[in-house]
């Protein structure tokens, strides 16, 4: 099934196009034409990741190629999602682009093949765990994508800016939130997984050290906004570290770390 992973990726290359177009001015067959793009062809991936999951007669989440594949659909799934209710044109664009690139990524490091899973993935806390917690980081992501751009508009001033940035704090309050619950969850189901392959709910391995910081910049990330009145640019920059967390949880520790989830 090369030919529809690779269909996924011209897809989103195409959505791009148009999301780039769009922003010099913008159109409103323009918007349809990105929207109608990401949508069939985050169908598409989804086809390609079921067609995965019969093939292997598993969750396809086990490997980096896998993973990486989930998170390029969770994301803009999330966006799609966001998009019903908050339209910034700008956050089409790059959600498309960080499909992409993530996908070109996992084309070319690491391989498609199909393997079976090695022993300590076989459970059926497999799917509730990694689904879980790439929904979180999707969310993490588009929050991240919001913060630069809001970042970028504050600079300037008028009515119009002022309008897309109340827009973007709020798709980057909204979707911390929705991440920070998904990620709790993926850390909980992590835990109760552990316990029961391993015989203990905790051991500071390097990936779940990482996901605990995780957790608590996006805690403070909340914190700060609800208890203490915190946004524009500061609450932009803890979502800018706390995506940076994400990255190195889920890349870093495998290529720089070993340990338990070595094998991801």
């Not at 499909?99 to 300590?120: H, M, Q």
């Not at 619950?181 to 029961?196: D, E, H, K, P, Q």
């Amino acid at each position: 099934m090369t030919l529809l992973f690779n269909l996924t990726l011209y897809g989103y290359a195409a959505a791009l196009l148009f999301a780039i177009i769009n922003l010099f001015p913008r159109r409103q067959f323009l918007d349809w034409t990105v929207n109608a793009l990401l949508t069939a062809t985050n169908v598409l991936q989804l086809v390609y990741i079921v067609w995965r999951w019969q093939e292997a007669g598993r969750p396809p989440f086990s490997n980096m190629f896998e993973s990486l594949v989930l998170f390029a659909w969770a994301t803009v799934l999330v966006y799609l999602v966001i998009r019903i209710r908050i339209h910034v044109p700008v956050l089409g664009a790059a959600a498309a682009l960080m499909a992409i690139l993530t996908l070109a990524y996992a084309s070319w490091k690491f391989a498609p093949d199909i393997e079976p899973l090695v022993p300590a993935l076989r459970s059926n806390w497999l799917t509730f765990h990694v689904f879980t917690c790439f929904l979180g980081y999707a969310g993490f992501a588009i929050s991240f994508i919001a913060s630069i751009a809001y970042l970028i508009i504050a600079r300037r001033a008028g009515d119009a800016t002022a309008q897309a940035g109340a827009s973007l704090e709020s798709v980057m309050t909204g979707t911390v939130a929705f991440g920070f619950i998904f990620l709790t969850i993926g850390v909980i189901t992590g835990a109760v997984w552990a316990n029961s392959a391993w015989g203990t709910y905790w051991s500071w391995d390097p990936k779940e050290t990482w996901s605990l910081i995780t957790w608590f910049v996006y805690a403070a990330f909340l914190h700060c906004k609800y208890m203490r009145g915190w946004g524009g640019r500061r609450a932009a920059w803890i979502s800018i570290v706390g995506f940076l967390s994400v990255l190195f949880t889920y890349v870093g520790v495998n290529l720089l770390l070993s340990g338990l989830h070595s094998y991801g």
